[in-house]
């Protein structure tokens, strides 16, 4: 039953990170700084992989939309905490709020399937490689991230328009930097048990499910590294593989923190900070895990450097 003669709510308020005005002057050029530097570390990766030859390969295609997809979800929260900061105005329209959340979900869900989807290619590369230009061709790489893409889309649906669909009548304020599900939920007025049950059995399938296939990749990928009968091979095999897995265990660890757990008691300043890692920090530290520490990627850097001094030059 919900309140006689309620008024839904037209907008919310993030509380964000409080504090003094200088504590909040420090913390918007510090997430300034960080977005910068992560658009354009992003960017530059796109950028290599698009334009050098040596990286016109599948795992490089793969680095190439995680960079994309980690740039557009930093984009999704960042933007919006550093204009709220400088205005001083931290509300959201009731629309805004729900396309934030649906589109910070789809990409995290993106996100776990195309991991998965790296680990099999990594799987194929190093225990099946004479097959392995023929599993994992140009058609099929496009294929596997149109279908992360796609699931990402259609996982998250439901769910969002049963939130858009819940009744919210006051009050109005998020305890959270972006518009998280759980703070969310907390504030509507109406009944959350079938959004809560399908969220939590949505989010344990994508989690589970592609850490499984994830983890079982790894496990073969181990067994035939072992098996490897030089120690130059198996550091070569290990190299090409301790990128991903410090990723997977970034985002995947700080995933199942937030959306296992349903316990009401959590720590709000503690989710806050493990969502700035998954949102924030993780795709600060992309390019610099997976391609900026590849020997291929600072080649092609260093081309491109080269060939942009080489123009200057030119033109002086």
């Not at 140009?138 to 439901?158: E, H, N, Q, Y």
Request: glycine letters at 4%; a positive charge; one cysteine or more.
């Amino acid at each position: 039953m919900y309140p006689e003669n309620w008024t839904q709510v037209t907008e919310f308020v993030l509380i964000g990170f409080p504090g003094s005005w200088s504590l909040q002057i420090i913390l918007f050029l510090g997430l300034l700084v960080t977005y910068v530097v992560t658009v354009m570390g992003n960017l530059l990766i796109i950028m290599l992989s698009f334009s050098d030859h040596r990286l016109h390969t599948q795992m490089y295609f793969f680095l190439r939309n995680l960079s994309l997809l980690e740039l557009i979800l930093v984009s999704v929260v960042v933007p919006k905490i550093l204009v709220s900061i400088l205005t001083r105005d931290y509300s959201i329209s009731f629309a805004g709020c729900i396309m934030q959340s649906y589109l910070y979900f789809l990409l995290g869900t993106t996100d776990f399937f195309l991991l998965a989807v790296m680990a099999l290619d990594r799987y194929l590369a190093i225990c099946r490689p004479l097959h392995y230009e023929t599993l994992m061709n140009r058609p099929i790489c496009v294929r596997l991230v149109m279908a992360s893409w796609i699931a990402g889309f259609l996982w998250v649906l439901s769910p969002t328009i049963l939130m858009a669909s819940l009744p919210f009548c006051g009050p109005n304020v998020i305890d959270h930097f972006f518009c998280d599900s759980w703070p969310l939920m907390r504030l509507s007025c109406g009944n959350t048990q079938l959004l809560e049950l399908v969220a939590f059995i949505l989010s344990t399938a994508v989690l589970l499910g592609s850490l499984a296939l994830t983890s079982v990749s790894y496990a073969h990928i181990l067994a035939t590294v072992l098996r490897t009968p030089t120690a130059t091979e198996r550091r070569k095999a290990f190299s090409t593989c301790a990128s991903h897995l410090t990723m997977v265990v970034i985002v995947y660890g700080s995933s199942i923190f937030l959306y296992i757990r349903t316990s009401e008691a959590q720590s709000m300043l503690l989710n806050k900070g493990v969502s700035a890692l998954g949102c924030i920090i993780t795709p600060l530290l992309n390019p610099f895990i997976f391609s900026l520490r590849n020997d291929k990627v600072k080649q092609a850097l260093g081309d491109a450097l080269r060939w942009h001094r080489n123009i200057c030059a030119k033109r002086l």
